[in-house]
């Protein structure tokens, strides 16, 4: 069973930058698909970004895309969420999901999905 721990939010101004991990631990890291989702208050939990067990496949919600990436380094057991060109919209708390996967190329967007969550680490965007 796979833990997840997040970091990395934090204030920061519209049009900024920051980079969020999630560190796994107690299970394979490459035997998961990794994700990442975000709830801001009084809305529902929203995809943003899902990366394959070996990092060669990702998606995201259209209202990253261009601006957010995610990636994943197996020596580390982490997977990362870069965000730029932050806007007062992304704030949120972000949450880091997995999903034991035996297909190398699957993704996944919905939280349905995932059985396994992280605390979540907040960002906020000042304008």
């Known amino acids: 069973q796979v833990q997840l721990v997040e970091s990395g939010g934090g204030l920061v101004q519209a049009g900024g930058s920051l980079r969020l991990s999630c560190a796994a631990s107690g299970g394979t890291f490459s035997s998961y698909v990794m994700g990442w989702f975000r709830q801001a208050p009084g809305k529902e939990r929203e995809f943003v970004a899902t990366i394959s067990r070996r990092g060669a496949n990702t998606y995201y919600a259209d209202s990253v895309k261009g601006r957010f990436t995610i990636s994943r380094e197996s020596a580390e057991n982490t997977v990362y969420l870069q965000m730029t060109s932050l806007k007062p919209e992304d704030a949120a708390v972000y949450y880091c999901?997995?999903?034991?996967?035996?297909?190398?190329?699957?993704?996944?967007?919905?939280?349905?999905?995932?059985?396994?969550w992280g605390q979540g680490t907040q960002v906020t965007v000042s304008s």
């Open positions: 999901a997995a999903r034991f996967e035996l297909f190398l190329g699957r993704t996944y967007n919905r939280a349905a999905d995932y059985g396994y």
